[in-house]
């Protein structure tokens, strides 16, 4: 046994010099445990050192840009800042803006490079850099980020996200801001409206989307059905999809998500509300809310699968649209670019019930109210939201529309195919139904959605389905 | 079961393999046969979701996720490519650097600390060992998802947002890896300490000589998990981490599902790339489970 | 021994402990205990991240204690536990010992049963619910083989936490493979067959030698995955998201959506330290009760 440890093992020839070290320094424990200590943390309090240098000096270099630039600080409240750093100050010294994004990836990161290779061009001195992360994580690290008080200089929200982040007054106020810096003309009325809050402009619209019917002709052919038009109801669709209905192959006439992102419009479509005209309690257990459950979940294992043989599978309806399975699909125009290739297929704007009413989602671009470069921040959210360049290599990419007022500027978009009837995306916008909007914005959804789905499995009747989701949404509105 | 019914490898001299285990072997063969099948096909159970991703993987653009078929149709390389092609703007290779450089690192310092922490576990006398012991525990007990927010914060206030450092922190250490390692070195009977203390050993050579060797299948099991565990870790680094150039393998491909729809074959062939290297250190690490207990059985 | 040389062996000693401690406690306390402490002080205040931190005082603990849900998704997470432990500690041992044997193939099999550990649980939920699904499901169909009616697993309310069980423990069986495999080769061959010679029988074996010498990683395995198991949350957010009708809903996944959906980071921060204090007693009393059955050499 004594052979082995006399046996030196290189391996731990560093372990050797801290073996005396431990032996030896019985006299002065207190200095041996310090010391391992430090070694332990070496790695973490070194990088932190060398780290806190690097960011001392960038903050100080930042710094000074700003007091060249104007009075513009951090701290400053956003409107006020806004309104008094001018452009050519901005111009004068050079700055790094951060932009964090979902919309981007993974698919149009090389069309935003494009914007951005035009914004800089016009703005040498100011750099952007993207951050991106999936819309499944975005707000998670958005979120975390402004908790941590490192939020980026400007980023995306969509619509429902909005109002959460307006009234927690983590947004630069546009409402002070001239004419410069961003024309509210350049953009459609109800986007602006959609971005506002208590009357003031907290971000710039820079995309939409909607929802319209998608159809399969050869599919309407074979059963000799009549094309959808616009002025069709639900109860024109339901016949259809019933005639379009083949179990024996497998296809199916209609589908529509059981989620609540349709029964709001549905309940639209059926002339409901979902919450009372001041926004203090919840009313979709009205006639027209059963009205719009039942329409939801009627079309389960009847005109469209069950939600069982749907389970969680990933783009379940794509897929039986794309195999020539699904007649009529309810979908968004983001399904446009990935249905290129597919032949024969068209859309229409959705059939309402009592009245007409399509689903419209928007993104906007809003600045931090914590940048230190006020005025390049919404110089770059209004080059991304209403810039020519911007415009068209949205329209040129098929990625989402902006919501620009001028019509020519979107051309190439209704004019490319297919579908052939891309004006219906327009169209739809002629009686919107936007997502209603609380403090409590996904625990109304859950609460929706899992209504939605017990009515489904009938775990108990529509009306006490949705009255008891009522009283919850109504306690959250408290 | 008192310990003196335990009988332990080092007491034993090592004598030629007993006659009665050769006719065992034959005598069972039958039985070893039907185990043999019912190993086999609980294999292939396991095996189904990664032949799964993997034909998926080498699906081509725009074929749907669709429930698998025994022989693949249409083979193409097109998921790979879109992976690595510009298109996406992910530094592929340079995200995969990053991640095997962060698992290796962290791996490395989870070992080396986790080992040190389970000897003082064991083998020191120490007052208030076991609460000590208690409180390395119940840094497991919290769930991570509220640790993430005042991490981040206090990473702030050290300057650590968006570097590898802040990434490797929460790894440098890990209980789970002290308790492990502490079990394993319960079971090297003492005798071999006091034998090494009596020839005038101090605590590391016999932590560095005696004891690791000894416990190698537990320091390859946790390498094993130590790296998966920074290998697979997504919530973190997608807080901390910023920038595209320090993008870690997870990131990229939770940033491959796009708001309405995802191409699977793109994300499969991402997810191929992610697991192969776990499966190759797991064979590799296994080897030295295996040997072992070949070196520990001669010394 | 005078007192003066006493005093000094424990410095000593103590210098050791700490030489030994330092490189897993101080990253410990730094980046797991402070973080924690934070959470304990969050917890105490109502927080959304975007507004500055308000204070709410034991409100959080208060308004948790007293709903009903918290108490189902204890409940939910403990059915979870029970139905869990038990098959993949069995499954793991049975596999562990199946593959610690001289055997065709060996380490083949040892990587294919391991393969599910490393394989994406969102690849592996979609596989479960293809395999369960009620409508069309393998499982159903084999199940209808034998004339039984398959239940309706992840749909149904009654079945979602069996179905989440079920693959959790056949992604789990390979983890607790290895521990145990890593346990079982300490074991020395050679005691299983003087054992043998003496003419004990496999199961006589087993319990008198095998068992017991394996009994610390047993309790390794259990300790973890009752602390893992309290944790549930990646198999349910993908496979049944805490449904239907939050069936399926457990302790973390109410943390999950708290923090990070629901912007209720207070509240989240307050179920967890509930949990904590659950675990923590739970942890305890194995502790004490390792004493009895778990044997070191």
């Not at chain 2, 390692?181 to 590391?204: F, N, S, W, Y």
Request: aromatic share 10%.
């Amino acid at each position: 046994m004594n052979t082995r440890f006399g046996v030196p093992v290189i391996s731990l020839a560093v372990a050797a010099s801290l073996l005396t070290a431990a032996c030896g320094s019985s006299s002065n424990s207190t200095s041996a445990s310090s010391s391992a200590a430090g070694s332990g943390a070496t790695s973490a309090a070194g990088a932190a050192a060398t780290s806190a240098a690097t960011i001392a000096a960038t903050s100080a270099a930042a710094a000074s840009s700003v007091a060249a630039g104007a009075s513009a600080s951090g701290s400053a409240p956003g409107s006020a800042a806004a309104s008094t750093v001018t452009d050519s100050a901005a111009n004068d010294t050079k700055a790094t803006i951060n932009y964090f994004t979902f919309s981007a990836a993974p698919d149009h990161l090389k069309d935003l490079n494009t914007i951005i290779a035009a914004f800089e061009k016009a703005h040498p001195k100011i750099t952007v850099k993207v951050q991106t992360a999936a819309y499944a994580d975005y707000f998670t690290k958005l979120s975390t980020e402004l908790a941590g008080g490192t939020a980026p200089d400007t980023f995306e929200l969509d619509y429902q996200d909005f109002v959460d982040y307006a009234s927690s007054g983590t947004l630069l106020s546009l409402a002070g801001a001239n004419a410069s810096t961003y024309s509210p003309a350049a953009y459609t009325a109800s986007s602006l409206k959609a971005f506002s809050y208590n009357g003031e402009q907290m971000a710039l619209p820079e995309s939409f989307s909607d929802v319209v019917l998608f159809y399969n002709k050869a599919l309407f052919d074979k059963a000799g059905v009549a094309y959808p038009t616009s002025s069709w109801t639900w109860t024109d669709e339901m016949a259809a999809a019933k005639k379009l209905t083949d179990k024996s192959s497998g296809t199916f006439g209609l589908f529509q998500p059981v989620t609540y992102n349709e029964f709001y419009k549905a309940l639209n479509q059926a002339g409901g509300q979902f919450l009372s005209a001041d926004k203090k309690t919840a009313t979709f257990n009205s006639p027209a809310g059963v009205a719009a459950a039942n329409w939801l979940i009627g079309k389960l294992g009847t005109v469209m699968p069950t939600l069982t043989q749907i389970g969680n599978t990933p783009n379940f309806d794509t897929n039986l649209f794309m195999t020539n399975k699904l007649a009529m699909w309810i979908n968004g125009n983001w399904q446009f670019a990935g249905l290129a290739k597919q032949a024969n297929w068209d859309v229409v704007v959705e059939p309402g019930d009592t009245q007409k009413a399509s689903a419209v989602f928007f993104n906007g671009v809003a600045a931090s109210k914590t940048t230190k470069h006020a005025a390049d921040a919404l110089a770059w959210i209004n080059f991304l939201s209403s810039s020519k360049s911007s415009v068209t290599t949205r329209v040129s990419s098929n990625w989402e529309l902006p919501p620009v007022a001028d019509n020519a500027l979107i051309a190439g978009y209704l004019t490319a195919t297919p579908p052939t009837n891309r004006k219906a995306v327009i169209d739809s916008l002629d009686a919107p139904s936007l997502a209603p909007v609380i403090a409590k914005q996904t625990q109304m959804q859950d609460l929706v959605n899992t209504a939605l789905q017990n009515a489904a499995a009938g775990r108990g009747s529509v009306q006490s389905d949705l009255d008891k989701a009522v009283s919850q949404v109504n306690a959250l509105l408290k | 079961m008192p310990d003196t019914q335990v009988i332990h490898p080092l007491s034993i001299t090592s004598a030629p393999r007993p006659e009665s285990a050769r006719r065992r072997r034959s005598r069972m063969s039958a039985r070893s046969l039907l185990l043999m099948t019912a190993l086999v096909l609980g294999g292939l159970v396991m095996l189904f979701p990664f032949y799964w991703t993997v034909q998926t993987a080498f699906s081509p653009n725009g074929s749907v996720l669709t429930t698998p078929s025994i022989v693949p149709r249409h083979l193409s390389l097109d998921g790979f490519r879109q992976l690595f092609s510009t298109s996406y703007d992910i530094p592929f290779l340079r995200v995969i650097m990053n991640s095997v450089v962060l698992a290796v690192v962290s791996t490395v310092l989870a070992v080396t600390t986790s080992a040190m922490a389970a000897y003082a576990f064991a083998r020191l006398d120490f007052l208030g060992k076991g609460a000590v012991f208690a409180i390395y525990l119940a840094t497991l007990m919290i769930p991570l998802q509220v640790l993430v927010v005042p991490l981040f914060i206090e990473m702030r206030t050290f300057h650590l947002v968006n570097t590898y450092e802040a990434v490797l922190a929460p790894n440098i250490a890990s209980a789970f890896g002290v308790f492990l390692i502490r079990q394993a070195i319960a079971a090297v009977p003492k005798e071999l300490d006091e034998a090494a203390t009596i020839d005038g050993c101090g605590h590391l050579r016999i932590f560095t000589a005696i004891i690791l060797p000894n416990i190698r299948p537990a320091l390859a099991t946790f390498a094993i998990f130590a790296f998966m565990a920074s290998w697979n870790n997504l919530l973190w680094p997608l807080v901390i981490l910023s920038s595209a150039d320090h993008m870690t393998l997870p990131l990229a491909l939770s940033s491959l599902h796009g708001q309405f729809s995802t191409q699977w074959n793109v994300v499969m062939a991402g997810s191929v790339l992610s697991i192969v290297p776990i499966l190759a250190i797991y064979v590799f690490a296994q080897k030295y489970v295996v040997q072992s207990m070949a070196t520990s059985g001669l010394k | 021994m005078t007192a003066r040389s006493v005093r000094s062996r424990r410095v000593r000693q103590g210098g050791t402990v700490a030489l030994f401690l330092a490189p897993s406690a101080v990253p410990l306390v730094l980046f797991t205990l402070v973080p924690m402490v934070t959470s304990l002080w969050v917890s105490l205040h109502t927080w959304n991240l975007l507004t500055p931190m308000q204070w709410a005082g034991l409100s959080n603990y208060a308004s948790l204690l007293s709903d009903r849900a918290t108490l189902s998704a204890l409940l939910h997470t403990l059915y979870y536990i029970v139905g869990y432990l038990p098959i993949v500690y069995a499954g793991g041992l049975g596999l562990a010992m199946l593959l610690n044997r001289r055997l065709l193939g060996r380490s083949l099999f040892r990587s294919i049963y391991f393969v599910p550990v490393v394989t994406s649980w969102v690849v592996v939920a979609l596989t479960w619910q293809w395999l369960l699904n009620p409508a069309n499901g393998l499982v159903n169909h084999l199940l209808g083989l034998i004339g039984i009616h398959g239940p309706g697993w992840w749909a149904s309310t009654t079945w979602s936490i069996p179905s989440v069980i079920l693959a959790s423990t056949w992604k789990d069986l390979g983890f607790v493979m290895v521990i145990l495999l890593a346990g079982l080769q300490s074991i020395p061959q050679e005691l299983l067959e003087a054992a043998e010679v003496d003419g004990a029988t496999g199961w006589k074996r087993f319990w008198r030698i095998t068992f017991p010498l394996l009994s610390p990683a047993t309790y390794f395995v259990v300790v973890i995955s009752l602390i893992n198991g309290f944790q549930v949350f990646d198999q349910v957010y993908v496979m049944t998201g805490g449904g239907p009708d939050n069936s399926s809903q457990t302790l973390v996944l109410d943390i999950y959506n708290m923090t990070f959906r629901y912007q209720e980071v207070g509240l989240a921060s307050a179920l967890s330290w509930l949990l904590f204090a659950l675990v923590l007693v739970v942890t305890l009393i194995q502790t004490r009760v390792q004493r009895r059955w778990v044997h070191y050499a």
